[in-house]
Nanobody, 126 residues
């Protein structure tokens, strides 16, 4: 599956932003999807994941209650709704897909995740 993230931008602290990840390929509906982020000088970290059915989701503690991951299999797209953004949320956000499980996306290791998309930059001003 090929992935393309979009929707990033410059926002102020407290604002909301919705990221989208469009997937191509026949296997999207069977793919567990995740969002990761990488800030300058830091390792890439897990943000959220959703199972291929949409029934299971996982979140990093730092975003619980503020971010929501969802998917629309008819549109081959996964979303990340980000509310109450903080300056520490600023990063390049990447979407990823894996055939095994959403849990695997949440625990890694990153090297074993099946597919990665190109990132989209999120900048949050204080």
């Amino acid at each position: 599956v090929q992935l393309q993230a979009s929707g990033g931008g410059l926002v102020q602290a407290g604002d909301s932003l919705r990221l989208s990840c469009a997937a191509s390929g026949r296997t999207f509906t069977n793919s567990n999807m995740g969002w990761f982020r990488q800030a300058p000088g830091k390792d890439r970290e897990f943000v959220a994941a959703i199972s291929w059915t949409g029934r299971r989701s996982y979140y990093a503690d730092s975003v619980k209650g503020r971010f929501t991951i969802s998917r629309d299999n008819a549109k081959n797209t996964v979303y990340l709704q980000m509310n109450s953004l903080k300056p520490e949320d600023a990063a390049v956000y990447y979407c990823a897909a894996d055939p095994d499980s959403a849990y695997k996306l949440s625990v890694g290791p990153l090297s074993q995740i099946g597919s990665w998309g190109r990132g989209t930059q999120v900048t949050v001003s204080s």
